[in-house]
């Protein structure tokens, strides 16, 4: 078999199936092709937050955008699949709450600052609000926090398969259970790609491979500074006494994030200890020995009650993480290699915003919804690695 697309995209999680929708709606036919079935990757495993708080600019941008779609999926993206209820995209709305240790709490300021210049809605409350808002929660360890009150998060499952449905009622193709195994090249530029399916061409191939991005880059000659990033997440059926519809929460102070789900669970994700380097491959239908230990004594810190919770579930996932654990977003190494990649355990949200730039980028020659150049792969070389102005210690998802 040999195929021929305007584009391909190597990758069907929620960034390539992203980009094929936001290519199609300019009438460009791409083809993704993946190795296993749609969402697979990191897409499958992410525990979905929606939220605009970062450090940088550029990715509370980037975010802001595609918060526009997750509230609006049925209208921007469409799909009312049973999944994914009335909302395509399963947005459910908790409120979003950030805290920091006493020393970030300067740095908390002027991020919520920079937030609500850029239009986000986010405000800064205190100890007593947070509460009110959550009367669960242990409260006597911060003075200030941020709260974005639409925030919650979504089902990335869900988007993926309603982006990807879109983009092929508009002539995208899907085809899975294909693994890319060469990027050919001629002449300096991309002619196509090569499966045990049999070739692919196209002038342009985007490599949204997730945590396989690495490997996918040295098929066309590109070294891309891009690590694996393991994450396991557990779920904890929520005791009386816990409200099943808390905020959503990134608390650094015990480094860790959580959040409700339907079915009367929290979701509960650890920032340290997520090893880097393992192979992709790694079995992650549980979670690593001593997490689910790790994360109940963590929770129980911020929500006592949780000490009469019970496991639920746990799991673990991998992510391409990038030399600054930010995304790389542009045309490297052999003219029309696009890179799609390195989202470093946070790309789901911004998912909608970054496929429209990329869209841009390839179509136009310019992204316009965002700026973009920032997350440019060149940045490596140049040392010139991205850091937010106000810079916390850790902040993901
Ligand atoms: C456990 C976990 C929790 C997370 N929680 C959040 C969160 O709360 N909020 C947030 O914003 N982000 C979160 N993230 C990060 C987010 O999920 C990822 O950044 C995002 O899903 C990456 O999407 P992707 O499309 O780039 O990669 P993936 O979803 O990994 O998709 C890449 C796809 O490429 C395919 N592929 C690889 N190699 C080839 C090849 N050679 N040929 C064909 N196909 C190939 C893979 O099978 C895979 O399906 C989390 C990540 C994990 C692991």
Known sequence: MSETADVIIIGGGIHGASLAFHLSRRGVKPIVLERKVLAAGATGRSSGLVRMHYDLEPESRLAWVS?????????????????????????????????????????????????????????????????????????????VAAYEPESGYADPSAATATLMEAARRRGARLVQDCSVTGIRVASGKVTGVTTPRGDFSAPIVVNA????????????????????????????KQPRGVAADHPTVIDNIHSMYFRPETGGLTLVGLEDDNPIGESPEGYSDRAQPGFVERAIERICRRIPAMEEGALHSDYGGYDGISADQRAVLGQVGPEGFYAQCGFSGTGFKIAPAVGACMAELILDGEAKTVDITPFAPQRFERGDLLKGEHAYEDIWH
């Not at 590109?222 to 393991?230: F, H, M, Q």
Request: net charge negative.
């Open 209 to 236: 491979a997730g945590a396989w991005a690495a490997g996918v880059a040295k098929m066309a000659g590109v070294e891309l500074p891009i690590d694996t990033w393991r994450h396991d997440v557990m779920f904890v």
């Open 67 to 143: 918060f526009q779609y997750f509230r609006n999926w049925g209208e921007m993206v469409g799909g009312d699949t049973p999944a994914s209820l009335n909302t395509g995209c399963g947005f459910t709305r908790t409120g979003f709450i950030q805290l920091v240790p006493e020393k970030d709490e300067d740095a908390l300021r002027a991020n919520v600052a920079m937030h609500q210049r850029i239009g986000i809605p986010s405000l800064l409350v205190g100890a007593d609000d947070v509460k009110r808002l959550a009367p669960c929660f242990r409260t006597d360890d911060f003075n």
